[in-house]
């Protein structure tokens, strides 16, 4: 593999074993970093870690778990070797699913689940990661468009998503004497399991067929479309290259024109 913007940098990518992390782990190896691919199952990164190595690339598979500090710590600290540096960490692992307002004791178990993996679970890793972060790194966390906005029995989900950004806002300024930059990115609806599961929840409450939840998902956007992962994963690659070094605390919105601010 020729060398790119990033050749010579170590990255950490959490909940890489499918979806968004997948295509950024899989960019940013094309780019030249060394990429553990974070997963909470071992064959779930391995299959990146193969996909990456038979590109060229070089990757490595580490075990992770949002919610489980031991498990993070361990984690990082794998990822961080043999040099004990993470020049570039991308927090992707998060779930989604509803949590409504006017539910019973479910919701609430909801929104503990849900926070606890979006946002405490990037905290998690950022702080684990701390001590590994070279003057100069870079940390993307993957927010929403449902960070710049709520959805109706979605609150659990979209304040973790309005969390990070916050969380990414004070990183960025704690972080600035060091020239760490600190972004989030905000995906509209993105082609993966998760996003897929989204649509058609969503085409049920409204009482719609797939194929018309799946329409009506396009057209919430001006561009007209449902994001392919990797171009999620093209902007990612961009605020962990040099090009954006004076870029940070910004919550960047890919969703073909949903939210303009």
Same mark, same amino acid.
């Given at each position: 593999?020729?060398?790119?913007?990033?050749? $010579?940098? *170590?990255?950490?990518? *959490?909940?890489?074993? =499918?979806?968004?992390?997948?295509?950024?782990?899989? %960019?940013?190896? &094309?780019? $030249? &970093?060394?990429?553990?691919? /974070?997963?909470?199952?071992?064959?779930?990164? &391995?299959?990146?870690?193969?996909?990456?190595?038979?590109? $060229?690339?070089?990757?490595?598979?580490?075990?992770?778990?949002?919610?489980?500090?031991? #498990?993070?710590?361990?984690?990082?600290? =794998?990822?961080?070797?043999?040099?004990?540096?993470?020049?570039?960490?991308?927090?992707?692992?998060?779930? /989604?699913?509803?949590?409504?307002?006017? !539910?019973?004791?479910? #919701?609430?178990?909801?929104?503990?689940?849900?926070?606890? @993996?979006?946002?405490?679970?990037?905290?998690? @890793?950022?702080?684990?990661?701390?001590?590994?972060?070279?003057?100069?790194?870079?940390? +993307?966390?993957? #927010?929403? +468009?449902?960070?710049?906005?709520?959805?109706?029995?979605?609150?659990?989900?979209?304040?973790?998503?309005?969390?990070?950004?916050?969380? *990414? %806002?004070?990183?960025?300024?704690?972080?600035?004497?060091?020239?760490?930059?600190?972004? &989030?990115?905000?995906?509209?609806? +993105?082609?993966?399991?998760?996003?897929?599961?989204?649509?058609?929840?969503?085409?049920?409450?409204?009482?719609? #067929?797939?194929?018309?939840?799946?329409?009506?998902?396009?057209?919430?956007?001006?561009? !007209?479309?449902?994001?392919?992962?990797?171009?999620?994963?093209?902007? +990612?690659?961009?605020?962990?290259?040099?090009?954006?070094?004076?870029?940070?605390?910004?919550?960047?919105?890919?969703?073909?024109?949903?939210?303009?601010?």
């Amino acid at each position: 593999m020729p060398e790119g913007r990033l050749s $010579g940098k *170590t990255a950490l990518v *959490t909940g890489a074993g =499918r979806g968004i992390g997948r295509a950024i782990a899989i %960019r940013l190896a &094309a780019e $030249g &970093a060394h990429v553990a691919v /974070g997963a909470r199952r071992e064959s779930d990164g &391995a299959a990146v870690v193969a996909e990456i190595a038979s590109a $060229g690339g070089s990757a490595q598979t580490v075990l992770l778990d949002v919610v489980d500090a031991a #498990s993070v710590a361990t984690g990082v600290e =794998r990822a961080a070797r043999p040099d004990r540096r993470l020049d570039i960490l991308v927090n992707n692992a998060g779930i /989604g699913g509803p949590s409504p307002f006017d !539910g019973d004791v479910r #919701s609430d178990e909801a929104w503990a689940q849900i926070l606890d @993996v979006n946002l405490t679970g990037t905290w998690r @890793v950022c702080r684990a990661a701390r001590p590994f972060l070279p003057d100069g790194a870079r940390i +993307v966390n993957i #927010s929403s +468009v449902t960070g710049r906005f709520g959805v109706a029995t979605m609150a659990a989900y979209c304040a973790s998503k309005h969390g990070i950004i916050g969380l *990414t %806002r004070s990183l960025a300024l704690e972080l600035a004497p060091r020239k760490i930059t600190v972004n &989030a990115v905000c995906p509209g609806w +993105v082609d993966t399991d998760t996003g897929r599961s989204g649509i058609v929840r969503m085409g049920k409450a409204l009482q719609k #067929s797939v194929e018309e939840a799946f329409a009506l998902a396009e057209k919430m956007a001006p561009l !007209g479309e449902v994001l392919p992962p990797p171009e999620v994963a093209g902007l +990612v690659a961009y605020l962990a290259s040099p090009e954006a070094r004076n870029m940070t605390g910004q919550a960047l919105v890919l969703d073909g024109g949903q939210v303009m601010p």
